[in-house]
């Protein structure tokens, strides 16, 4: 297969080493009609106070390593009280205090008010480079509960969850309004109206082997 045979607007590589997120992407991918597949690439995470420009650095970089269409999502937890804080660096804070430290500090404030932010970017070496922006707000639980998810789920409460956390949710659910599947949702929109006829290509570049590219 060549990249002029590429089948864009109906299938899309997502760029990740996360099986969760990657979960979440295919199946609100696949109610929009677009197959997709995970493809390990290794991105610089720059350091931005938007998950925007971090997607769009990470994207860049993956579509000129592979030379494949593809997406990159970003997200973050930014929490009202705390400035935005962790936003971008929700991935340190997770790897530190975890969310065990958030809720301790989160229980010291009156102000609960949280929003996820994500960051959807779709990168290939002809369409130019799109961003699409999902929120999901909600607040900080009082305790964690709930064990599925991953990340902030045990402890984020979506404000159309009638209480519970995304963590108490099937995926399903989560997926009817976190931030990830309306940033998706926006791209699904775009990509299937983006015809071959814009996918000018001037090479006849051969897809990498999926052994090389793929990831589980
Ligand atoms: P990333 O940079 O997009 O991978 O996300 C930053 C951090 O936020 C990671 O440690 C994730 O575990 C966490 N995170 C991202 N999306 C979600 C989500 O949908 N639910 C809970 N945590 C998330």
Request: neutral net charge.
């Amino acid at each position: 297969m060549t990249i002029r045979d590429f089948p864009v607007g109906r299938f899309v590589f997502f760029v990740s080493g996360n099986v969760h997120k990657f979960n979440e992407v295919r199946r609100v991918l696949a109610e929009c009609g677009i197959a997709s597949a995970m493809l390990r690439v290794k991105t610089t995470e720059i350091q931005d106070d938007n998950v925007e420009n971090i997607a769009k650095v990470s994207a860049l970089e993956a579509s000129k390593k592979s030379n494949l269409p593809l997406i990159v999502e970003d997200a973050g937890l930014f929490i009202r009280a705390l400035k935005g804080f962790p936003g971008p660096y929700s991935s340190y804070v997770l790897r530190t205090i975890g969310n065990e430290g958030v809720l301790k500090i989160m229980a010291s404030l009156d102000d609960q008010y949280a929003q996820f932010h994500s960051a959807v970017v779709f990168c290939s070496s002809s369409l130019s480079v799109k961003c699409f922006l999902g929120v999901s707000e909600g607040k900080i639980a009082q305790e964690a509960r709930g064990s599925s998810g991953f990340g902030f789920d045990p402890i984020f409460e979506p404000s159309e969850g009638g209480g519970r956390t995304f963590a108490e949710m099937s995926m399903e659910e989560k997926n009817m309004f976190s931030h990830r599947s309306r940033a998706l949702r926006k791209f699904g929109e775009w990509y299937k109206s983006a015809s071959s006829k814009a996918f000018k290509y001037e090479g006849n570049i051969a897809l990498k082997e999926p052994s090389e590219t793929l990831g589980g």
